[in-house]
């Protein structure tokens, strides 16, 4: 029999953490019992450098409880490395990475594990609907995924970081030392066998989100520039386009030379200097957001710090 472990990225969550601890407990001696799963199978939460009692909460369940395990950062890194420090700092054969809220269906795990009895190395959660979803979040979501889609970024549609991993694909993700992380994207660059199973999204049960719009727009766009370098192809193309508009411009001036006084054309000069100068700058911009990353990467800073651990 395998181990398990479930790894779960907790910020600012003492709302909600005694509920999902609860159900999740539940939910474990329930897959032990069915003997899916060794009874040294564990849930690790990690705290991503909270500022309310959530690490109180994980400590005091640690000691009532060997089956918990908890991990304090030294600060907060982020979901996608709160998610790295719990699954690279352990041992287990096969690891699920699910958010504290419990908005995906931790029953689905069973299935989860069922699957991968049968061979799969990765599992991917993915999201039948999402009524339960305000609509602005519905519509910018799904415009991401088709975004991502449309600049050639391998993603499973509607599928977010609820997943498991087996300890090889584990293993191969160790060797994608990239500092930009995005999750999502590297997964499928792994390969192996996956499937997945289809849940649909629940309410938060308690607390708010922890990504707010302007969070969640960095996010999306560290998904789109760490995987794509269409953006800066396309500021190529644009050059291309503004240059053979630029040339026909000259060809007009130049067969209406002697019809016109010199000095009209006044309007037109302004028009083409804004309009390129801004043309400019965003290419610019795109181009410097490239750079950007190329400094993040280089430094190779560590992408957590872990400050306690308990039951490890
Ligand atoms: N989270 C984290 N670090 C952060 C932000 C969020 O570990 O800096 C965790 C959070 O506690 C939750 C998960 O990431 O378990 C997803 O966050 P949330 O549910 O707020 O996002 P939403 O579902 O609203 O997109
Ligand atoms: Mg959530």
Known sequence: MKRLLIVVPCYNEEEVLPDTIKKLKNLLKRMIKQQLINDSSQICFVDDGSIDNTWTIIEKECHSSKQIEGIKLSRNFGHQSAILAGMLDNNA?????????????PECIIEMIKKAQNGCEIVYGVRKERTSDSWFKRVTAQMFYKLMALLGVNIIYNHADFRLMSKRVVNELKKFPERNLFLRAVVPLIGFKSDKVFYDRTPRLAGTTKYPLKKMLAFAWNGISSFSIVPLRMVTCLGFLI?????????????NYNEHGAVSGWASTVTLITVFS???LISLGIIGEYIAKIFVEVKQRPLYLIEKEINK
């Open 93 to 105: 054969d096969w690891y699920v990475t699910i958010d504290a809220d419990l908005q995906d269906n």
């Open 243 to 255: 240059s053979f508009i630029g040339a026909l411009f000259v060809l007009k001036i130049f067969l």
């Open 278 to 280: 801004g043309v400019q």
